[in-house]
C-alpha cells in the first residue's frame, strides 16, 4: 500500500490536496509501485525559488522540484517501506505555465505531479520533447488518467 503526505509552506494548505493524495496513488498504482511513502508540498514562488538556489544554483522561481531520497526502512508489520523522496510545487509558477501554455489548471497539476514521481522515480530528461522517454511516459500517464481532476471547478489559489 502506498502512502501520500500532502502539506504547504509559506501558504495555506489547499482545500483539494485529498484529490492530491487519490491522483498521485494512481499515478503510483500505473507506475506499478507498492510501499512508497510520497510527500508532496506546495509553496509560493519565493519558497521554491529559495530551494533552487540552495540546491541547484539557480536564483529563479520554478515550477516544480523533486528531491531524492531513496530509502527504505522496516514499517510496522514488518514491511519494507521506500521513501523516493519529496516533490515541490509552486502554485503561482503553476498559474503561469497554465496560462502560457494555454492549458487547464487542473491539467498542469496533474502534469507536474507526475513529472516529480517520475524524477523520484529515478528518470530524467535533458528537454522538454516529448521524444524523450521521461517526458514521453510522463504524457502517456497524464492521458491513461485523463479522466482524473484534482481541482474543483475555480483555479488554483
Same mark, same amino acid.
Given at each position: 500500500?502506498?502512502?501520500?503526505?500532502?502539506?504547504?509552506?509559506?501558504?495555506?494548505?489547499?482545500?483539494?490536496?485529498?484529490?492530491?493524495?487519490?491522483?498521485?496513488?494512481?499515478?503510483?498504482?500505473?507506475?506499478?509501485?507498492?510501499?512508497?511513502?510520497?510527500?508532496?508540498?506546495?509553496?509560493?514562488?519565493?519558497?521554491?525559488?529559495?530551494?533552487?538556489?540552495?540546491?541547484?544554483?539557480?536564483?529563479?522561481?520554478?515550477?516544480?522540484?523533486?528531491?531524492?531520497?531513496?530509502?527504505?526502512?522496516?514499517?510496522?508489520?514488518?514491511?519494507?517501506?521506500?521513501?523516493?523522496?519529496?516533490?515541490?510545487?509552486?502554485?503561482?509558477? =503553476?498559474?503561469? $505555465?497554465?496560462?502560457?501554455?494555454? #492549458?487547464? %489548471?487542473?491539467? !498542469?497539476?496533474?502534469?507536474? *505531479?507526475?513529472?516529480? +514521481? =517520475?524524477?523520484? $522515480?529515478?528518470?530524467?530528461?535533458? #528537454?522538454? %520533447?516529448?521524444? !524523450?522517454?521521461?517526458?514521453? *511516459?510522463?504524457?502517456? +500517464? =497524464?492521458?491513461?488518467?485523463?479522466?482524473?481532476?484534482?481541482?474543483?471547478?475555480?483555479?488554483?489559489?
Amino acid at each position: 500500500m502506498n502512502r501520500v503526505a500532502v502539506n504547504a509552506e509559506e501558504i495555506p494548505l489547499p482545500p483539494w490536496t485529498d484529490a492530491v493524495y487519490r491522483y498521485a496513488l494512481k499515478v503510483l498504482e500505473e507506475l506499478g509501485k507498492n510501499n512508497w511513502d510520497l510527500s508532496v508540498l506546495f509553496c509560493n514562488d519565493a519558497y521554491i525559488r529559495s530551494l533552487n538556489a540552495r540546491y541547484r544554483r539557480k536564483n529563479e522561481a520554478t515550477d516544480v522540484l523533486s528531491f531524492s531520497l531513496g530509502e527504505t526502512l522496516d514499517g510496522e508489520g514488518g514491511e519494507t517501506r521506500f521513501l523516493p523522496g519529496d516533490i515541490v510545487i509552486s502554485l503561482e509558477t =503553476l498559474r503561469e $505555465n497554465a496560462r502560457y501554455f494555454e #492549458t487547464p %489548471e487542473d491539467e !498542469e497539476l496533474r502534469r507536474l *505531479l507526475i513529472h516529480g +514521481i =517520475l524524477h523520484l $522515480n529515478g528518470m530524467d530528461h535533458t #528537454t522538454n %520533447e516529448i521524444t !524523450e522517454p521521461m517526458i514521453g *511516459l510522463q504524457e502517456k +500517464i =497524464l492521458t491513461d488518467l485523463a479522466g482524473e481532476f484534482i481541482l474543483p471547478a475555480k483555479a488554483v489559489p
